[in-house]
């Protein structure tokens, strides 16, 4: 193998996918008309060629059609999904949404009447209410006594 065969094989790929300059293409041309293990490489590299860019033919499952009519058919079998059904992923976070709003609804009205009583107790403890069953002091309840007349005048 001469330096020239070297040369005009590493060409030869880029050659076969039409991928070299002008000069290149002549200089593999006029080498591959005289040189036969070469042009063997290039009719190697047009054949690898041929079947990477040849459509390779796809053939169905002979039992195809079969499984596409028995799905077809089970699909007309199904019985219709109900409206409650179809709206279940709907419904499920809307019903949690609802719960939350009631609970947070509750603890509000909750703290609002523990805060009630708490002022209420806070204000009853400033002025206390008399007990049940005892006499409110007032002034004009006080019995005046004799003595008592004379240290007013």
């Not at 199904?78 to 609970?103: E, F, M, N, Q, S």
């Not at 523990?114 to 107790?121: F, K, L, P, S, V």
Request: hydrophobic residues 35%.
């Amino acid at each position: 193998m001469s330096d020239n065969c070297h040369c005009t094989k590493a060409l030869l790929s880029r050659y076969a996918d039409r991928e070299l300059g002008a000069d290149d293409v002549r200089r593999v041309d006029d080498h591959v008309r005289s040189c036969s293990q070469c042009r063997q490489a290039l009719d190697e590299y047009r054949q690898l060629n041929g079947f990477l860019t040849a459509p390779v033919p796809i053939e169905p499952s002979p039992y195809i059609w079969q499984r596409i009519r028995r799905g077809v058919m089970a699909a007309r079998e199904r019985k219709p999904v109900g409206i409650l059904a179809r709206l279940r992923p709907l419904l499920i976070p809307l019903a949690g949404a609802a719960v939350l709003g009631v609970v947070v609804f509750t603890a509000s009205q909750l703290s609002q009447s523990i805060t009630r009583a708490g002022q209420e107790a806070t204000i009853q403890s400033i002025n206390p209410q008399p007990e049940e069953g005892s006499v409110p002091v007032t002034q004009e309840s006080i019995p005046v006594t004799p003595d008592d007349t004379l240290n007013e005048q």
